[in-house]
């Protein structure tokens, strides 16, 4: 069993960097895949990073390759999400999601666990 909580996200002025942070409590956090997503209202969630169990891989969708990285620290049980080079185009509501045993991409149908989301608005 896991719960995930999320640090704030906010408003970045294109071409910004943000990082994003997904804690979890409860046992066995790096046994499970921990992937981001981001939704806007009357769109498809979008998975754009993942990190597998046991670290073994990560994923990118195209969409931001070569601008984000996703990383995870065991001992703070938490999973980093570093937004570089921010566009307009990524204004989000941003969740991460856990998936056990997983390997990456993740699919929503086989989530786990979810975060509670955070906005953001990428902006002048």
């Known amino acids: 069993q896991l719960t995930l909580d999320q640090s704030a996200g906010g408003q970045v002025q294109p071409g910004g960097s943000l990082r994003l942070a997904c804690e979890a409590s409860?046992?066995?956090?790096?046994?499970?895949?921990i992937g981001w997503f981001r939704h806007n209202p009357g769109q498809e969630r979008e998975g754009v990073a993942c990190?597998?169990?046991?670290?073994?891989?990560?994923f990118y969708a195209d969409s931001v390759k070569g601008r984000f990285i996703i990383s995870r620290d065991t001992s703070k049980n938490t999973v980093y999400l570093q937004m570089n080079d921010l566009k307009a185009e990524d204004t989000a509501t941003y969740t991460c999601?856990?998936?056990?045993?997983?390997?990456?991409?993740?699919?929503?149908?086989?989530?786990?666990?979810w975060g509670p989301g955070t906005l953001v608005t990428v902006s002048s």
């Open positions: 990190i597998s169990s046991e670290d073994r891989s990560t």
């Open positions: 999601a856990a998936d056990r045993g997983a390997e990456c991409p993740l699919r929503t149908y086989y989530v786990d666990y």
């Open positions: 409860g046992s066995g956090f790096s046994n499970y895949a």
